[in-house]
């Protein structure tokens, strides 16, 4: 059997309420969504299932400055638990584009199946995230890619939980 995905196990310094926020409330979201050197100006985020989603991340000047979008839909959400939804590319208004169109490589899925996981540990003091994203083909150039962001990201998230939310 074949896993045609990514998955993430990561140990954040926060209890799972606050990993939660930083997963679920715009002003959260935007002090960590994307890889390294990229910020996130803009997240729009109504969480319930069958709710949509639109986050923006900016590339470093170096990379060209340029903004992009992803938007999805939730699907499940158990609170303090779960979080299920599609992640797929798209404009600035949450219209979906094909990936190809505006030059990426021909191996960038169309659409991605996220699940996060969160579990808290060390008596509540600490949550062991898993992401699984679904849709990467393992081994291709845009699978080592969005690994490498995943990283990056989560690398980010754990910094930013450290302000302990309020």
Known sequence: MTFDGIKLTRIIDAPVEVAWKAWTEPKHVMKWW???DYTSPFCEIDLRE????????RAPEYQGGQDSYTAGTYGKIVPLERLEFTQSLADKDGDL???V??????????QTQTTVLFKSIKQGAMT?????????????????Y????LYQTMDKLAESVKEKYQ
């Open 50 to 57: 069958g709710g949509k989603f639109l986050f923006c991340m």
């Open 34 to 36: 994307g890889p390294q």
């Open 97 to 99: 584009v094909d990936p």
């Open 146 to 149: 969005a690994l490498l962001g």
């Open 128 to 144: 062991e995230l898993t992401i699984i994203e679904k849709g990467q083909q393992p081994g291709s150039q845009m699978f080592l």
């Open 101 to 110: 169109s505006i030059g990426m490589l021909e191996d960038f899925p169309k």
